[in-house]
């Protein structure tokens, strides 16, 4: 039998091509500032780590569908952070291993085989979801735009939104978000929203896209993807779930039971005890709040121009010039960006600065931009 390579038939690593720049900004006498990924520095708050601990006894197998008091967390989270009525009819949730396995294998537990819709400006893992299952992606943000000639409706089977975006930052308004779900509906077509940013707005106003004001209450062939990987500091600790359409999340719960894709115990006791405390998720927020006024000001001043940002933990920026030009640029002051290569195409002038970093850090980026 020939080995199997499915690795081959990935884009490359992004972030192994980082290196060289990674290695001149280490460089810097002061210390290497890494802006470049979204991974959380701040402690996760205590009442989360005591419900972690108390739970470590447990010893036997933990549900797919996570414990009761799970689910009834995430249904509170969701009525209380945005406003998304309980309603066992329409609205069904399930907790992941985190959202980036859930949404890299999404399209093959969908049984995606044709077409799959992910943003202009994407996040790379929806593209490899797609690959891994087999489908074809296309980037599209207005899906009623494609050339029907080259692309067939009727083949598509998933269409990804990202509001507000990783990396850009932009957020897809109410009106948006209907379009895009009454297309889909014209085609039976199955919307899957990652809303992993959605508690971190500073301009404006985001939706859910199983808002009363998107969907009046209709979640057919509509999933939400939320994380608490950023506004809880639980990246480590692998939480997310899905939630929306009952027969879709039916039928991933039955999949995902027979891949043994299960949250560990003790972890789903942390989930409950973050998704009942607001006041640390609003102190993170404070956090990042405060860190994203600096470096935004600071960006500025140094003469780059901000694009999007509205909502997330990234500023989106440019100078009009290649972006590992810029990325070089940052190296140079000991910064670590992430160059817009990474998410498609059409962004190669720009580059993502994360604002996960200590308030030190952020202090250091400040000063070193300051620096003509």
Known sequence: MARITLSSTLPDFPWNLLEPAKRKAGAHPDGLVNLSVGSPVDAVAPGIQLALAEAGAYPGYPQ????????DAI???LERRYHIPRNDETTAVLPVIGTKEAIAWLPTLLGCRGTVIIPEIAYPTYEVGVLLAGATPVRSDAPWELDEESINPDDIDLIFLNSPANPTGKILDAAHLRKVIDWARDHDVIVASDECYLGLVWEGEAQSILSPEVTTGDHRNLLAIHSLSKT???ASYRVGFLAGDPAIIAELTELRKHAGLMVPYPIQAAFVAALQDDDQEALQRLRYAQRRVRLLKAVIEAGFTVVNSEGGLYLWVTRDEDCWATVDWFAERGILVAPGEFYGPTSRTFVRLALTETDENIDK??????KK
Do not use: H, K, P, Q
């Open 64 to 71: 797919t569908i996570g414990t009761a008091a799970l689910r």
């Open 75 to 77: 249904v509170a989270s």
């Open 232 to 234: 809880s500091n639980l």
């Open 365 to 370: 980026c400040v000063r070193r931009l300051a």
